[in-house]
């Protein structure tokens, strides 16, 4: 048998010569339907090959040595930015007291005037001008009976004010107003502190800590260590001429843990795609809490979820985190990849606060709730950090060649049901004609 016939055999599309085809506008129409049918269905084929979807995954999270960014902007309007001090700690052993680098203290105007910012000039109690350009450059000044701190301007000595507090915070000594104090007298540092009672105060910055457990407080005065216990020189907040006292209210505008997701970023995901915007990251914004009372404590319990977002075509080199560059990275630019991913943090938290005087809540219905009697004024984040991470991978719905699958369905499935519909028109209507001829 020749090959070719072999072939003809095999043939399974069968063809009809064109005097047997029958042409009818039915035909037509079912035909001009059907290709616009396929248009439009290849047409969601395409946007759904192009559409970029988000895959949540949860592993466990195996970085070590690796750091974290904390930034924060907290107002206080009733205490000023001098009795003000942020202290980190974790439990590495690690300690940050008097934090600044990277942290901004804002003077406010009271309440009463709108807590407006003040003059970034005036943000330092102790600028240059304070210090007397006159002295004798022989000058030393004593520390009254404390070791020189190591960053005195001199060795041995105590020059300006600050310096001897610095000296009295190394030993553990309260230091109140200044009073007799050579140095704090001629800059007029009660006085100057005593000018500044009526102010508020906002922290706002970034901190980089180690990825352990720890926390951060803002509480009053300037701290130090007495043995194994972290206290602060609460003097001054205390003992202050200003009707009511210094208290802890405070509005949290923004609290969180690595960087921001971008704006593009939540556009692309929606609202209804997932819960991944910067307000679900970030549950503490816009928190207020207010109080009358000095001796009062809040405390704020912080569980932070490593999360990372992939974006589509990453490469795992692309990531500028990780224990080699964590010190030597700008503060804000930690966790930002080159190609678009970010290594950032959500949390969850939850909140107590109580009264140092001790006692129940009777006043708010709960009298069970009983609180112990003693600790430090202020606000305190402690913060956990969860062994799990969730990461957040771009990709696409689908592959390429499950987009040409998709088109030769729709093509296929459309002509077949097509070509049933116009055989059943055209069959109706040939029984429909040979009933009227009769």
Known sequence: MPAKSRFVRLDAFTKTVEDARIRTTSGGVVTIASLLIVLYLIWG???????????????VDKGRGERMEIHLNISFPRIPCELLTLDVMDVSGEQQTGVMHGVSKVRLTSSKLGGQAIDVKALDLHSTDSIASHLD?????????APAPPTAV???????????????????????????????????????????????????????VNKVVGNFHIAPGRSFSNGNMHVHD????????????HT?????????????????????LGAKAMPWTNHHLNPLD??????????????????????SYLPLGWQSTGYVSG???????????????EDGSVETHQYSVTSHKRSLAGGSDEGEGHKERLHARGGIPGVFFSYDISPMKVINREE???????????????????LTVAAAIDRGVYEGVSRVKKLHKR
């Open 45 to 59: 084929e395409w946007s759904d090959y192009r559409r970029i979807a988000v895959h949540p995954e949860l592993i």
């Open 137 to 145: 450059p022989s000058y030393c000044g004593g520390c009254y009976g």
């Open 154 to 208: 001199k060795k041995d000595c105590c020059t300006t004010c600050e310096e001897v507090r610095e000296a009295y915070a190394s030993v553990s000594w309260a230091f109140g107003r200044g009073e007799n104090v050579e140095q704090c007298e001629r800059e007029h540092y009660g006085e100057r502190l005593d000018s500044q009672r009526e102010e508020g105060c906002r922290i706002e910055g970034g901190l980089r």
């Open 234 to 245: 609460l003097n001054n907040y205390f003992e202050t001429p200003v009707e009511g006292g």
């Open 248 to 268: 802890f209210t405070h509005k949290v505008h923004h609290l969180r843990f690595g960087p921001q997701l971008p704006e593009d970023v939540t556009k692309k």
């Open 286 to 307: 816009d928190t207020a809490q207010t109080t009358d009372e000095a001796a009062f404590n809040y405390m704020y319990f912080v569980k932070v979820v490593s999360t």
């Open 323 to 337: 224990s080699d560059s964590k010190d030597i990275l700008p503060l804000g630019s930690h966790g930002r990849g």
């Open 396 to 414: 696409r719905s689908k592959t390429f060649a499950g987009f040409l699958t998709g088109v030769a369905a729709v093509i296929g499935g459309t």
